[in-house]
């Protein structure tokens, strides 16, 4: 099992987490941030007294797939991703040990 990690740009989560609920993805996690990724337009970009200097509104997106799926999810991502600027984001890749799903008490004794 992989966890890709990707620092994307906020207004293009829409299309992507629709591309991947089309694509059977359901393991999938969101996280707004703030990070230095170069802002598409003054409208992502604020000032954090916490880092001092100005940071974009980002979003960490977490998808937890089968190592035969990695391409494509990262694919997926890419092309989804892009906001027609030289740095749209970034895609890590990392393994993951084990997956266990959380069941419910009613069902398992």
């Known amino acids: 099992m992989k966890r890709i990690t990707a620092l ?6 829409s299309d992507i987490v629709h591309a991947l ?7 999938i996690s969101v996280v707004h941030a703030a990070g230095l990724l170069r802002a598409s337009s003054a409208r992502e970009q604020q000032y954090s ?9 980002e979003i960490q997106l977490d998808v937890f797939c089968e ?6 999810v990262v694919t997926l991502i890419r092309r989804h991703g892009r906001t ?3 740095n ?6 990392a393994a993951v040990e084990q997956g266990i799903a959380i069941e419910d008490a009613a069902v398992s004794s």
């Open 49 to 57: 007294v916490e880092l001092g200097e100005r940071v974009t509104q």
């Open 84 to 86: 027609g600027r030289e």
């Open 21 to 27: 609920e089309a694509a059977g993805e359901r393991r």
């Open 8 to 13: 994307l740009h906020a207004h293009r989560m």
């Open 67 to 72: 190592d035969d799926q990695l391409d494509a």
């Open 88 to 93: 749209s984001g970034w895609i890590f890749v």
